[in-house]
């Protein structure tokens, strides 16, 4: 068949990853890694096409008339929170134009048998990108699905199932993702040194039980070395060299984590971004990620408040934290870290607190998320129960342009003008714009800073 892999048109730019949906906090946005591991899988069986209309900056027409011209048998889409009553009605289309419509996003992590009566246009909801349901689907072998929300075979639109068979454990193995068909142009990185960069996926889920964090509910395997070495090397024999390692936290074993290192740093001419935790940036690992090329680390601080992180399981403290920052900067590595604000808990003096951390570690950057009750977490079970949240509000944004929950003691305006105001206080230090101006290593590293400061400026005016 002619399958093609859709991100849709949208009114803003949307990311629509790994089962979470948001708007751009400034201008980044990276390929979606859940259409990169599913091109491999179905390249390997069907004619795979890949439309991602968030990099081409298709507007809803001209994305239309694209997919007519590849007259594609089926269409596996993303769909999110964030853009959802954009996404039904555009999808919808194209079924009404005779494609059959398959699609897997946040919005359909939770209650998928409800989306799918409510929305007679799609035909099943993916669970997991990183295994071979959408090729047994499609071939009619639906006793190999691992997880998936069906029709009944008949068609019938009242009869609706929720396969699923196994939690998500071990070690998984997908074929090459096939990155030279998605666009050369379109994507951008704040953290890439080059404007030309890949999305990578060494790991699937993940072990932590951060009960606002959908990505802990997905289970956790490991994906072969040498499986990621293959997919590396054929990057670099295109001319890749930049990487984004979409694990959620690089080298969370840690043996794994120090052999694949070790590969990188025997390649010699790779250069990238990744995701870890404080608890898990060792000197061992961050001098291993070092030199193998990594220059930059993402960290989750969340909050200054131990109480805070206790309460939604972080599994460390604010102390812990500092130390980690600091083997970093000893490493050579650029920091980020990043930040949930509005939980419940969360008060004026706790955001405050929160900054002057922020500020104490010195990191390079900051990226504050605003909280949302993410489908499937333990965390909107918690936000509906306090009456924070409305079961029947289906479009979320955790991207920080509005605020989607009122605090126990603040209000949805409070809490955003609280954000923006520590937006504006971290990046608007004359100290550290002079850091960031001397930091700078080439013009496109200039360009893309400047770009997506201002942007991000312009978001928290």
């Keep these: 068949m002619r399958v093609l892999l859709l991100n849709p048109p949208g009114e803003r730019t ?9 708007t751009t906090k400034s201008n980044y946005l990276f390929h979606p890694i859940d259409l990169v591991v599913l091109s491999g899988t179905l390249a390997e069986h069907h004619d795979a096409l890949v439309l991602d209309c968030m990099a081409e900056r298709l507007a809803p027409g001209p994305a239309h008339d694209r997919i007519a011209a590849l007259a594609p048998d089926v269409i596996v889409s993303l769909v999110g929170s964030v853009s959802w009553n954009e996404d039904r009605v555009f999808l919808a289309a194209e079924a009404h134009r005779g494609r059959r419509v398959l699609a897997l996003g946040d919005i359909l992590h939770e209650r998928s048998e409800a989306r799918l009566a409510e929305e007679p246009w799609l035909e099943a909801a993916l669970h997991v990108f990183a295994n071979a349901d959408v090729v047994h689907y499609l071939a009619g072998r639906r006793e190999r699905i691992e997880d998936m929300t069906v029709r009944d075979a008949t068609g019938a639109p009242e009869r ?19 990155h030279e068909l998605f666009p050369q142009r379109g994507y951008r990185f704040s953290f890439a040194r080059s404007r030309r960069f890949a ?33 590396i090397d054929a990057l670099r024999a295109g001319g890749t060299r930049e990487i984004f390692f979409m694990d959620q936290t690089f080298g969370v074993v840690r043996a794994r984590g120090r052999e694949l290192c070790a590969a990188l740093e025997q390649r010699g001419d790779l250069s990238w971004t990744a995701f870890t ?26 909050s200054a408040d131990d109480a805070i992180l206790a309460t939604y399981k972080k599994g460390y403290r604010a102390s812990a934290v500092s130390g980690a920052f600091l083997r970093a900067k000893r490493h050579g ?15 004026e003096d706790s955001l405050a607190a929160t900054l002057d951390l922020a500020m104490e570690l010195d990191m390079d950057f900051m990226s504050l998320n605003v909280a949302v009750p993410r489908f499937g977490t333990p965390f909107r079970e918690r936000a509906l129960a306090l009456g924070l949240a409305d079961p029947d509000d289906l479009v979320m944004d955790q991207g920080g342009a509005e605020a989607f929950l009122p605090t126990k003691t603040l209000d949805k305006e409070a809490m955003l003008a609280l954000k923006r105001r520590m937006v504006r206080r971290f990046y608007l230090r004359p100290r550290y714009l002079w850091k960031r101006l001397r930091s700078v290593g080439s013009l496109h590293e200039l360009r893309a800073q400047v770009t997506e400061g201002f942007a991000l400026l312009k978001r928290n005016a």
Excluded: N, W
């Excluded at 609706?160 to 096939?178: D, F, T």
């Excluded at 790991?203 to 395997?221: R, S």
């Excluded at 060792?282 to 993402?298: F, S």
């Design 14 to 22: 949307y990311i629509r990853d790994y089962f979470c949906s948001k």
């Design 160 to 178: 609706l199932q929720r396969v699923e068979r196994a939690h998500r454990k071990g070690s998984y193995r997908v074929p090459r993702p096939r």
């Design 199 to 231: 999305t990578v996926l060494t790991d699937y889920g993940c072990p932590y039980p951060c009960t606002f964090c959908v990505i802990g509910t997905l289970g956790f395997q490991t994906r072969p070395i040498e499986d990621v070495l293959e997919e």
């Design 277 to 302: 935790r404080p608890d898990t940036a060792t000197d061992e690992m961050l001098a291993a990620m070092a030199r193998a090329g990594c220059h930059t680390v993402i960290m989750g601080v969340e």
């Design 333 to 347: 590595l650029r920091t980020v870290g990043t930040f949930i604000v509005g939980l419940p808990e969360e008060t």
